[in-house]
C-alpha cells in the first residue's frame, strides 16, 4: 500500500515537471513553424499570351483583392494595377498568415509597416531607351502627342505579354520624432518654429510628398506568390474550359478595315 502511495506521488511530480517544460517547448515550436505562406520557388514573371491578357488582367484583380488589397487603379489599356495598401501582420496578430517568416512579424511588432502591389503588362523585350540628356523634352503623355502614338496598345495585343508584380514595404513615420535611449517615456516630438503653421508659399513649386510612409524595400517572396496564385487561376479557367485559352473572355481584336 506504502510503495502504491510512493508511485503515484512520484508519477504525479513527474507529470507536473513535463508540463511546464512542454508549454514553452510547444509556443516556440509554433513560432518556428510560423515560415510564412509565401516562396521564392516561384515565378518572377509570367509570359501572357494576347488571347490570355482580359483573364490575367481580371486574375490578377482577383488575387490582389484575396490579398487585402484591392485595386484603386486598374487601367487595361497601358496594363497597369495600384491596389490599397495593408499593414503587415505583427507577433500579436497570429492568425494573419500572410507574413514572410518570424522575421518581417517581428520587424512589422516594432514599427508600423504595410504592402502595396503594383501590377504591370509589357510587351516581351520591352525596355525603355535611356535618356541621353540632349533630346528634346516632349512634355507628358497626351492623348495624340509623339509620345503616345509611340507607346504600345495593350487594348489590342499582337504578342506575348510579361506580367510583373512590384510589391513594395512602406514604413509609417512620425516627423519630428525623437524616441528616448532609455525610455518610451522619454520620447519626444520637435516643431520647426521657423515655419510653424505657416501657409505654403504660392512661388513654392517644388514636389513634396505629403505622406509619412517611405518605402523601404521589396517582398520578392510575395511578389512571386502572387504571380503564382494568378497562373493558377489561369490554369484552372483554362481546365474547366477545354478546347479554349485560359482566359474568362475572347481578348478583343482589332476592327477589320476594309
Given at each position: 500500500?506504502?510503495?502504491?502511495?510512493?508511485?503515484?506521488?512520484?508519477r504525479?511530480?513527474?507529470?507536473?515537471?513535463?508540463?511546464?517544460?512542454?508549454?514553452?517547448?510547444?509556443?516556440?515550436?509554433?513560432?518556428?513553424?510560423?515560415?510564412?505562406?509565401?516562396?521564392?520557388?516561384?515565378?518572377?514573371?509570367?509570359?501572357?499570351?494576347?488571347?490570355?491578357?482580359?483573364?490575367?488582367?481580371?486574375?490578377?484583380?482577383d488575387?490582389?483583392?484575396?490579398?487585402?488589397?484591392?485595386?484603386?487603379?486598374?487601367?487595361?489599356?497601358?496594363g497597369?494595377?495600384?491596389?490599397?495598401?495593408?499593414?503587415?501582420?505583427?507577433?500579436?496578430?497570429?492568425?494573419?498568415?500572410?507574413?514572410?517568416?518570424?522575421?518581417?512579424?517581428?520587424?512589422?511588432?516594432?514599427?508600423?509597416?504595410?504592402?502595396?502591389?503594383?501590377?504591370?503588362?509589357?510587351?516581351v523585350?520591352?525596355?525603355?531607351?535611356?535618356?541621353?540628356?540632349?533630346?528634346?523634352?516632349?512634355?507628358?503623355?497626351?492623348?495624340?502627342?509623339?509620345?503616345?502614338?509611340?507607346?504600345?496598345?495593350?487594348?489590342?495585343?499582337?504578342?506575348?505579354?510579361?506580367?510583373r508584380?512590384?510589391?513594395?514595404?512602406?514604413?509609417?513615420?512620425?516627423?519630428?520624432?525623437?524616441?528616448?535611449?532609455?525610455?518610451?517615456?522619454?520620447?519626444?516630438?520637435?516643431?520647426?518654429?521657423?515655419?510653424?503653421?505657416?501657409?505654403?508659399?504660392?512661388?513654392?513649386?517644388?514636389?513634396?510628398?505629403?505622406?509619412?510612409?517611405?518605402?523601404i524595400?521589396?517582398?520578392?517572396?510575395?511578389?512571386?506568390?502572387?504571380?503564382l496564385?494568378?497562373?493558377?487561376q489561369?490554369?484552372?479557367?483554362?481546365?474547366?474550359?477545354?478546347?479554349?485559352?485560359?482566359?474568362?473572355?475572347?481578348?478583343?481584336?482589332?476592327?477589320?478595315?476594309?
Open positions: 500500500m506504502r510503495d502504491g502511495t510512493r508511485r503515484s506521488f512520484a504525479a511530480r513527474s507529470i507536473r515537471g513535463v508540463v511546464p517544460t512542454a508549454a514553452p517547448i510547444g509556443a516556440l515550436t509554433a513560432l518556428v513553424s510560423l515560415s510564412g505562406c509565401h516562396s521564392m520557388a516561384s515565378p518572377d514573371m509570367l509570359t501572357i499570351s494576347p488571347q490570355q491578357y482580359p483573364a490575367a488582367f481580371a486574375a490578377c484583380l488575387q490582389a483583392r484575396d490579398a487585402g488589397m484591392p485595386a484603386v487603379l486598374a487601367d487595361r489599356s497601358i497597369i494595377i495600384e491596389t490599397k495598401p495593408r499593414h503587415i501582420g505583427s507577433l500579436v496578430e497570429p492568425w494573419r498568415l500572410d507574413s514572410d517568416g518570424i522575421g518581417q512579424m517581428a520587424e512589422a511588432t516594432v514599427q508600423y509597416e504595410r504592402r502595396r502591389v503594383r501590377f504591370e503588362f509589357v510587351p523585350g520591352f525596355t525603355l531607351p535611356a535618356p541621353s540628356g540632349d533630346e528634346p523634352l516632349t512634355g507628358p503623355l497626351l492623348p495624340g502627342s509623339i509620345a503616345d502614338e509611340r507607346r504600345f496598345d495593350l487594348e489590342h495585343p499582337t504578342t506575348d505579354l510579361e506580367l508584380a512590384w510589391v513594395f514595404i512602406e514604413r509609417g513615420f512620425t516627423p519630428g520624432l525623437q524616441p528616448g535611449t532609455w525610455s518610451l517615456s522619454l520620447t519626444t516630438t520637435w516643431t520647426d518654429m521657423l515655419r510653424g503653421n505657416q501657409a505654403r508659399d504660392p512661388r513654392d513649386t517644388t514636389t513634396r510628398s505629403q505622406t509619412t510612409w517611405t518605402p524595400e521589396r517582398d520578392l517572396a510575395m511578389e512571386r506568390t502572387l504571380l496564385r494568378v497562373e493558377r489561369l490554369a484552372a479557367a483554362h481546365e474547366a474550359t477545354p478546347g479554349t485559352a485560359a482566359s474568362a473572355s475572347p481578348a478583343e481584336s482589332p476592327p477589320a478595315t476594309p
